[in-house]
């Protein structure tokens, strides 16, 4: 049974910083592409990070400079580091685990930037 488990979402205020780790089971971690998306209200979902099983990161222009995408296979962890947050990332933030047609995806993590 693969699970994806986000956590580390909460309320920060904007310029703060949060991470998001999210643990991956039932799965050859090592092998899969990893991402992290997210869905404000009324909008559709956007990728905001990934990196390949080969270390390969990008990134969405939004948050280019600003967030910081790792994995540690080790671990069976991906994480999102973020800093300088700002109101407009506030989303629910999900966990994606990727290889051909095997696609998983975790329950999602809230997070908000207000004051």
């Known amino acids: 049974q693969v699970q994806l488990v986000e956590s580390g979402g909460g309320l920060v205020q904007p310029g703060g910083s949060l991470r998001l780790p999210c643990a991956a089971s039932?799965?050859?971690?090592?092998?899969?592409?990893m991402g992290w998306y997210r869905q404000s209200l009324g909008k559709q979902r956007e990728l905001v990070a990934a990196v390949t099983s080969g270390g390969t990161t990008r990134y969405a222009d939004s948050v280019k400079g600003r967030f910081t995408i790792s994995r540690d296979n080790a671990k069976n962890t991906v994480y999102l580091q973020m800093d300088n947050l700002k109101p407009e990332d506030t989303a629910v933030y999900y966990c994606?685990?990727?290889?051909?047609?095997?696609?998983?995806w975790g329950q999602g993590t809230q997070v908000t930037a207000s004051s």
């Open positions: 039932g799965i050859s971690f090592s092998i899969y592409n």
């Open positions: 994606n685990a990727r290889l051909n047609q095997f696609d998983y």
